[in-house]
Each structure stands twice: as C-alpha cells, then as structure tokens.
C-alpha cells in the first residue's frame, strides 16, 4: 500500500485532504498539513542488489558510522546497492509540506548537470522505527532552489520487493542557491503507470497533451494509493487515476455523496496514476469524505466523472513499489502544472 503519514487537518476537522494555503515549490512550505510521505520509516528486507557499481560504504546493524562515499545520483542509483553515500551540492528540486506539528519531510533532490537517473527521492522522519531522522530540524527548513549535500542510506530493493528506491537522510547542509536542471520532456505514454521509466524517475517531468486524447477520469480510488492507516472516510485516499480517450477502459463509479468508490479491480496500462503529495499547493483530490466544517462542501479540487485533463502537464515522476508490484505516478507540484478541469470550488 502507499505509505503515509495519517495526521489531521490542522483547524477544519478533517484529515489529509490539504490545506487552505498553496504549499510553495520554491521558497517555504506553508501547507499546514503534514501530507509528506512516511516512506522509509519501516523500509524492510530490502535486499541488495550486486552489480559493478563505484565503492559504496555499506551500512550495518548500527547505521553508517559517519562513514559515507562520495558519489553522484546517477553513478548511485545505476550502481544499485545499497550502502551509505554523500551527495555533494545535488539541487532540492522539490519538497513536501510540512507543519509546526510535522515530524517528517521529502526532499526531492538532483544531480546540477541533469540527466538520466540523476534525481532521487530523500525521506526523513524522526518518528521511523528503522532509520530515525535526527536531522528533521534542518531538512524542514530546505526550500527547493538550494544546492545541498546529503549523507544518508541509500535503499535499492530487489525486484521480489518492486525495485523501490529511496534514501534515508543522516545529515543535509544547505550550501547556495542552486539552479535546477531543466524538466525532462516526456510524451504521455512516459508517464503510464507500468512504463517504468527508470532513468526518469524522481525528476521532474513535463508533457504536452493534445485535447483530442485528453485524459479523462478513470478511478477515483487506485489500490496502490489507499491508505493503510486511516480508518476515517476522509485521508483514504492518495492519488487518483486518469485514462487517455484513445484508451480501452470502463471508468469506475465517481463520489455518490461522501461515499468513496470501489477501486477497479482491473486496470488499463494506459492510466496515468496522479498522487497529491504536494496537496496545498496541486489542490485536485478524490476523497469524496473530505467536507470542509467550515464551509460543509467538498474540499476545493474534488473531482467529478466529468473532469478532462489536457494541455502542458508537468510534475515529479515518483516510483512506488506494493509488494512485488511497482508503479509510476506523477505528483504535480501545483494547480497550474496540471489544469483538471471540472472539480468543486
């Protein structure tokens, strides 16, 4: 399942549906709700992967020892084992929101020169039961636009485990201001769910999609992005699923009322999964229990069977693994970075 952290919405009385304030991609994150990511807090058999690969400093029962190998994102992930490194002057092109009440931050971080497999998904919680973040403190204050150094584990999970990817922050200084790569050019079939588009992922992506095969909603409620924590209607739900005109596909049922919708049970490779990591700042959403106590409707950006996406389209196309099964998703950092139409005010 999609792992998250499950906590509530700060003054409106419901959980993980956003905030009333956009959460900034450059400059700080002022989402009041603590929607970041809790990957890594209990990462598990993840089993190295051998390969030619630069000397990574392996990790151990008692973590790192404060011994780390100098390397690139790319030369890391391409290398494929998992071991303890330092990342020197990578650019944070991406975080997510974080609260007073936050205990946990993703960092998304880049290579400067760009590039294929130069981008990498950093997680840091201090409440992790395998991998506690002492360094919490100093990664909720990085903005994206910085150039950073990172120590930390790096993960690489066998492909029993999906192949998922992530690295466990130890320690990150902000340098300078950094200048971001530019976003990798896509075409849509990129970014379906199954394309696994490795040397893609974690970075930020744009595309162009025509209005004649505009994507149109699909389900409302994709296994993969179901919480496996909340019991309340409201914080369920992590993405959504959109489906090309062009492809062959039955779109599950929309929100009847507050009532969430079955996901489907089987799925088109043509979908395009959308997660709200960046929710507060990219405010669409499917949780159809998320009703405001202010104002008793829907929270801004609830979708309907009706909403259409088109246009230039762009976000961090993040990996995901449930099992054995991995997937793609595309987390815009914004409304206007994928403009869907017909969602409640």
């Known amino acids: 399942m999609h792992r998250r952290l499950l906590v509530a919405c700060l003054g409106l009385g419901f959980i993980g549906c956003g905030g009333d304030n956009a959460s900034q991609v450059i400059g700080n994150p002022v989402n009041v709700f603590d929607l970041s990511m809790a990957r890594g807090t209990d990462v598990g058999d993840m089993t190295v992967v051998t390969g030619d690969s630069p000397d990574l400093a392996m990790s151990n029962a008692k973590g790192c020892n404060g011994v780390y190998s100098q390397t690139t994102i790319a030369q890391m992930r391409q290398a494929a084992m998992t071991g303890c490194v330092e990342l020197d002057n ?33 997680s840091c919680s201090s409440k992790s039961t395998s991998h506690p973040c002492t360094a919490f403190s100093v990664a909720k204050n990085i903005l994206a636009g910085r150039s950073v150094t990172v120590q930390g584990t790096y993960f690489k999970g066998s492909a029993s485990k999906g192949g998922y990817e992530l690295l466990d922050l130890d320690s990150i200084t902000d340098n300078a201001s950094g ?133 230039t389209v762009s976000g961090i196309l993040f990996y995901d693994a449930s099992a054995a099964t991995g997937y793609q998703y595309l987390s815009p950092l914004t409304t206007a970075d994928a403009p869907i139409t017909n969602t409640s005010m």
Request: hydrophobic share 40%; glycine share 8%; proline share 5%.
């Open 90 to 122: 990578v650019v944070s092109i991406a975080t997510s929101p974080v609260s007073a009440t936050s205990t946990s931050i993703r960092i998304v971080v880049q290579d400067a020169a760009g590039g294929d497999y130069s981008a990498i998904n950093v």
């Open 179 to 311: 200048t971001a790569p530019a976003p990798q050019m896509v075409a849509l079939a990129d970014i379906e769910r199954s394309a696994n588009k490795t040397a893609y992922w974690f970075q930020k992506v744009t595309l162009s999609i025509a209005s004649t095969d505009a994507l149109k909603m699909y389900d409302f409620s994709p296994a993969e992005f179901k919480s496996s924590t909340s019991t309340t209607a409201c914080g369920s739900y992590y993405g959504f699923g959109m489906l090309p005109k062009s492809a062959t596909g039955t779109a599950g049922a929309a929100c009847s009322g507050t009532t969430q919708p079955a996901a489907l049970t089987t799925v088109n490779a043509n979908e395009v999964l959308f997660g709200t990591d960046f929710h507060g700042g990219f405010t669409a959403n499917s949780e159809c229990g998320c009703i405001s106590t202010k104002t008793m409707k829907p929270f801004p950006g609830l979708l309907s069977a009706a909403s259409t996406l088109s246009g």
